[in-house]
């Protein structure tokens, strides 16, 4: 583990990737233990539509809530939507992607056909389905980017499981009697532990996208909550008189997908051997 | 071979599965549509008259058999009416799919232009400042979402200059060309921008492993010139993967952009599946996803019909 984080931070992109995901958790973090500078829904109606002073570092939205304090708790809020819908996305995936390769036949065609139709309609069309049955909100959108990010785990981890399936340490654990499931979690998944983890990095970063796109259709988080998305949506028809309620939540919205794009490029080039080789 | 063979048998099964998807999810939708096409008006109507209206769009049949009807009529191009519009669906999604097709186009053309030569660029400048200021440049614009670059041109022209693009009625090109690229050129070089970012990240790539094969030192040492090498020789292998991404933006794009449509308020089919959800028009929201589906599902299987034309050794049947 400390090798890994070694080679993580001896990678420029990691380093930079890496500081910049574990400010913005820090952020996040630090808003809901309520840090912020002010309450985020505290309206001061004199100060409205104010630009970036000492009192506000970041000014005042059209309602005079301190746009710092409500980019902190916005952070906070697309992390969640993004490390909930990717984690809930995953463990979906993998535990279909994994028993359709150890089980063939009809549970697989019946999978992976299944995906074939999921991943046949564009993501965002297939998120705002979604948000059509179930109705908008954060909840909704968290499952939203889970049920479209779902069909892409499952066929990264069929491939590599069905070419570990036939290796030869796999039949050697069946001989000793090793159960299914020990197989499984044991021989297969430590062994799919690294396209996951690239894969993670990736989806984290789309779906920081994706939330923000969501939420600026008025379809993830609701008022008076607050996302980036939401943050520059109420921008749009502002920006001239206010600019700083488009730069800010646009930056942000930026450099949180930057710094997994990064990180999940660092990650890549360390734990996929061909690209290892490459750098050797 | 046989990996196309496959894709050709399955498409229609996956057609199949997706308006069964499509279908089931909108009627999953709570609410009926009745209430949402009438708005406040439908607490005036007698229980009577929405049950006439119900028959009247076949609402009040069963889902099989409204499925059943639907799929014929999908099959002879009739895709239902839209109670929205109260025109044939078709009618609506083919009256909106001119400006998204040409809006694809002109995003293509603008991430081509500019993200295969700086891709190609970089790549024979490897490791050098130049190499390094276009992956910065790649890195940052794949992390930005189109509609922030979107955000951030509205606001530079309209402050900066006191100019705000045309939105609302849509300009076809027959009526007003210049209008019509007017119209459409800030919107596509919003996601062409976007897009930019990955065709100089992967033809980048792609140029640098070419670039160390040994046909590559082969030309070298045979005399050919640098750019003829990089042009004629290395270039068309290089393509395979930029073709690839290339083609599956292209079918996204098609399905419509409804975050930078509904930025530069055009009306172009990804507005229209937004507006048609929100308001619950079911048949329209049916037609135009199977529709958008369609088309992806067309493209994708196109991009993987070049990348035969494009790689003998899987033209060959080197493909295993």
Known sequence: MSRFLTRLLGHSSGRIGGVIVLAYILIALAAQAGLTPYDPLQQFRIDRLQGPSMAHWMGTDMFGRDVLSRLMIGIGQSFLVAFSSVGIAALIGTLLGLTAAWFGHLWDGLVMRLMDVLLAFPAILLALLFIAVVGPGTFTSILAIAFVYAPIFTRVVRGPALSLKARDFVDAARTFGSSTSYILTRHLMLNLVAPLTVQVTLALAWSLLTESGLSFLGLGTQPPGSSLGLMLSDSVNLMEMAPWLLVFPGLAIMLGILGFNLLGDALRDILDPRSRRAVA | ?320
């Open chain 2, 1 to 320: 071979m046989t990996y196309l063979l496959r894709r050709l048998i399955t498409f229609p099964l996956v057609m199949l599965g997706v308006s069964v998807l499509v279908f089931v999810a909108i009627r999953l939708v709570p609410g009926d549509s009745i209430t949402a096409m009438l708005g406040t008006e439908a607490g005036l109507l007698t229980p009577q008259q929405k049950q006439a209206l119900a028959a009247y769009f076949g609402l009040d049949q069963s889902w099989l058999v409204q499925y059943g009807r639907w799929l014929l009529g999908v099959l002879s191009a009739d895709l239902g009416l839209s109670v929205t519009y109260g025109k044939p669906v078709l009618d609506v999604i083919l009256q909106r799919f001119p400006l998204t097709l040409e809006l694809a186009c002109l995003s293509m053309v603008v991430a081509i232009g500019i993200g295969l030569p700086l891709g190609v660029f970089a790549a024979t400048r490897r490791e050098r400042g130049s190499d390094l200021a276009v992956r910065i440049f790649a890195m940052i614009g794949q992390s930005t979402p189109s509609f922030v670059i979107g955000l951030m041109i509205i606001y530079v022209l309209s402050a900066g200059f006191g100019i705000l693009p045309a939105m609302g009625q849509f300009i076809p090109f027959s009526e007003d060309p210049l209008g019509n690229i007017g119209q459409l050129i800030l919107p596509a070089l919003t996601l062409g921008l976007s897009f930019t970012a990955s065709v100089t990240r992967i033809s980048r790539s792609a140029m640098l492993d070419v670039l160390s094969d040994d046909y590559v030192r082969t030309a070298r040492s045979k005399g050919a010139t640098r750019r003829r090498v990089i042009w004629r020789h290395a270039l068309p292998n290089a393509l395979i993967p930029v073709v690839t991404l290339s083609g599956v933006e292209f079918g996204y794009l098609l399905g419509g952009a409804v975050l930078v449509e509904q930025i530069f308020a055009l009306p172009g089919l990804g507005r229209m599946v937004l507006d048609a959800i929100l308001q619950r028009d079911y048949a329209l929201v049916q037609g135009s996803v199977l529709f958008v589906a369609l088309n992806f599902m067309i493209v994708n299987l196109l991009v993987d019909l070049a990348y035969v034309m494009l790689d003998p050794r899987i033209r060959l049947g080197g493909r295993s």
